[in-house]
């Protein structure tokens, strides 16, 4: 089985959801697994598909600052895609090829970002369900959906952490927004910039070649009829209130 | 009668309930920053709740959300059939 990279590629945040959910489409209709590499551009803050997005963002905040606010399609919880400050993965891939094990499955991808960071010399372990820590630090977090025989799976590698900005987005009121928490995070956070001096390149060439080792592997492109579905799915689907407002 | 509650589950995960009701339950939204597979299933947890007495104890509404959890063979990762069950109780006051 070939799989395709799609490498380092910078979109909005309803496209990058499109491009993830087309990815998992592809593999439906064709087994074509998918490995991509993104960034947001405007920074957004992307929230799970189970959470309430008015509990979640503060969206006055976000609109002040332009900041994007999408609802994934995976559950888990709400993160703030910093446009410098980190690399986003996504897989799609046949079920079948992974363990039937959900935390097992989450161990398998998250090792490849465990074995991208020892290769910049950063020592990390995964913890399930679906974190990955340094120094117990949390410096990952991924989201898994499985629908129709496809596993699906993103998630965000910290380069570098913008807390102020973090905490004014997600909905944490301005009072609360104390020294102390912010402290209170950098104790429970961490990004690569704290362990080394690798460069976002440098970064990302290693999670490449972690998450490509023993595959037979193409580098990519998105087909026309993808990006085509993609453009129609960021408009229609992950722009429109209805989704943003789903629960 | 409008009510919520939010807790952090046994299993790990936030849940949050809004729960609409009089003698019965009317409307009932759950969310959180769990993980269940497929995720349209959590709309049919919700609906089977609703009608439910509002002094529904926790085994009859743990046990309604079991029965869609197996029909529809769901997986849950952060919660459980019990736990969302106990908020939902917890809301109910």
Redesign the interface.
Known sequence: MKWRVVELETYDACMNMALDEVAGESVRNSSIPTIRFYNYKPSAVSI?????IR?EVNLEICRELGIDCVRR??????VFHDCEGEITYSVAAPLNIFPKN??ESYRIICGWIVSGLERIDIKAEFRP?NDILVGGKKISGS?????GGVLFQHGTLLYNLDLETMFSVLNVSRQKISGKMIKDARERVTCISNHCDAGKEDVYEALVRAFTKGKDFEIGTWSRDELTMARELALKKYGSDEWMYL? | MIACAKQKVRE?K?V?VEIEYDESIKKL???????????DA?ERIEKTIVGLKKDAGMETIASKIRSIVEIEDV?M??ISAESLARVIREALG
């Open positions: 799970g598909y189970f959470q309430g509990d399609f995976t559950g888990g919880g709400a959900i935390i369900v989201a898994q959906t499985r629908r629960r | 790990g936030l949050k939204k759950i969310t959180g920053d769990f993980f269940m597979y497929p995720e959590l997986q990762i952060g």
